[in-house]
């Protein structure tokens, strides 16, 4: 190999500089890609990028990871991100049996939801969440309480597979994630529970316990997570609060805020800054997840959300199922604040289903 020493060195051509054989830079070939990633700017998304390559369109810079090009958001890693949302269970409409139905849709398309897969038993009243890849389903009512976690790879239609177990058998519980770590948060043994315990999405096995809620007992809550903070609403009538958590520091949680429209039967789900939380009534209402405070009223559904699931894509946030809604799937852009809007239906009435998304 020939050696190449220079001060400076200067391009006069009209064009770059091949170098045929190679260039070395630090000990690693250059040409080779191996120190320079793929870059692109344009309006256009890029055909054929390589994993790992950036793309900036003008407004934000995206990152092309597991074939999907994803905003990377104030330097934060993408969490609540994914093409496919998946729904999981539940109550069915008017015969109030648990199901094994899992539905999927793609976020970004409005339509009917198509069949998946089957969970590993019947259930509802449980909690999911993802890391973008698996996701996971703890708890439940199949025939009593269940301490079972089942987990599905996202991007691949197929029935539930054993992950492990919870702590704490239990129904009526919630479920959130910061891409890492899932935790799942209250629920119903013989009367309402503060529990929370963990996981590590990736790696099958057993929970271990996280903390406790603040000062009460809970059932059918709902959670959103950026990277860092988890935040939870719960159906409890003796407060409006909101509590939150650092995700990957157990610990018992604190007191973020109140709810404007009051507890209730919520689902959530967030892009790397929003929360949404649909309560009961066909209220929606937003919190800033790093900033602790109220809840502020983002908009309306057609009908009452109670027990219904969510999920979102980091940009779309979507509602689907619940007493009222039956087979109803909304959606609305978690940036913008307005009312919900019709985007299908799921493939069975169902509610106390569960949502997670990614590909």
Not at 47 to 63: E, I, K, R, V
Not at 121 to 138: K, P, Q, V
Request: glycine share 16%; charged share 15%; aromatic share 10%.
């Amino acid at each position: 190999m020939s050696e190449f020493k220079t001060a400076s060195m200067e391009n006069r051509s009209s064009g770059s500089p091949s170098f045929t054989q190679g260039l070395n830079v630090g000990g690693a070939d250059v040409t080779s890609g191996r120190v320079l990633s793929e870059y692109y700017t344009g309006a256009t998304e890029p055909s054929s990028p390589a994993n790992g390559a950036f793309w900036w369109n003008g407004t934000d810079l995206h990152q092309y990871i597991n074939g999907k090009f994803r905003i990377l958001d104030g330097g934060f890693p993408i969490v609540n991100g994914g093409a496919r949302g998946v729904f999981g269970a539940g109550t069915l409409l008017p015969s109030y049996g648990s199901s094994n139905i899992i539905d999927y849709i793609t976020i970004q398309t409005a339509g009917n939801a198509t069949d998946f897969g089957d969970m590993v038993a019947n259930n509802s009243a449980y909690g999911a969440c993802s890391n973008g890849s698996r996701g996971l389903f703890g708890g439940g009512y199949p025939s009593g309480n269940t301490n079972r976690i089942d987990y599905i790879t996202i991007a691949t239609t197929g029935n539930a597979i054993d992950f492990g177990d919870l702590t704490v058998a239990r129904r009526a519980v919630g479920a959130l994630s910061n891409g890492t770590r899932g935790v799942w948060f209250n629920g119903f043994v013989s009367g309402d529970v503060n529990t929370m315990d963990f996981v590590t999405i990736a790696t099958t096995g057993n929970a271990q316990d996280f903390g406790d809620l603040v000062s009460f007992n809970a059932n059918n809550g709902g959670g959103c997570a950026d990277a860092t903070r988890g935040v939870m609403r719960t159906n409890v009538s003796s407060t409006d609060a909101f509590n939150y958590i650092t995700v990957s520091t157990q610990g018992n949680a604190t007191v973020f805020g109140d709810s404007t429209s009051g507890p209730k039967l919520v689902g959530a789900c967030a892009d790397n800054t929003r929360g949404l939380f649909g309560a009961n009534a066909n209220v929606i209402e937003y919190i800033t997840i790093q900033t602790l405070g109220n809840a502020i009223d983002f908009g309306d559904a057609s009908a009452g959300f109670a027990n219904t699931a969510a999920t979102s894509d980091a940009s779309r946030g979507v509602f689907a199922g619940g007493q009222s809604h039956g087979n109803v799937i909304e959606y609305v852009t978690i940036q913008t604040p307005g009312n919900a809007t019709d985007f299908g239906d799921l493939t069975a009435s169902r509610y106390d289903l569960s949502g997670c998304s990614g590909d």
